[in-house]
């Protein structure tokens, strides 16, 4: 995994967690700067560091080799979304799997031929809370 795409993933886990950076750093033991430089795809991280980090976004670190020709994976969050996904709305909302759920939301903001604006993610949140929410008997 390149260093952008694990800088991609760290931030994924923590703004869907409506984590700060600083809180994980303090978790993980690690510098605010250390991780800020890797969600912006710098840095050189070691494997302790990562698996440190992996610890404190309450997830598990897998390494694993393989020949390159895999799923590169979901697409970055839009900034417009990695800000909404801190706002009180989306941090009130009972979502069981927030990584994925940005993710979905992620997807559907990449049909838009603009860049989506806090009104539109509103609109997408709702649809993803109505989808989610158990049928009426």
């Known amino acids: 995994m390149e260093i952008v795409e694990l800088g991609r993933r760290l931030r994924v886990r ?14 993980a033991r690690l510098s605010v700067p250390y991780i800020a430089n890797l969600e912006n795809g ?22 694993d080799l393989s020949d390159g020709d895999g799923d590169a994976g979901p697409a970055a969050l839009p900034d417009s979304l990695v800000r909404f996904a801190r706002s009180p709305r989306f941090a009130a909302e009972q979502i069981p799997d927030r990584e994925r759920v940005l993710t979905a939301m ?18 997408v949140l709702d649809t993803v809370v109505l989808l989610t929410r158990p049928a009426p008997p």
């Not at 710098?42 to 390494?63: C, F, H, I, K, S």
């Open 14 to 27: 923590r703004t869907a967690a409506g984590r700060t950076i600083a809180s994980v750093a303090a978790d």
């Open 106 to 123: 992620a997807s559907l903001g990449a049909l838009a031929d603009r860049p989506l604006t806090d009104l539109d993610w509103h609109r």
């Open 42 to 63: 710098r840095g050189n991280p070691t494997l302790a560091a990562v698996t440190a980090l992996a610890a404190a976004l309450g997830a598990e670190l897998r390494v």
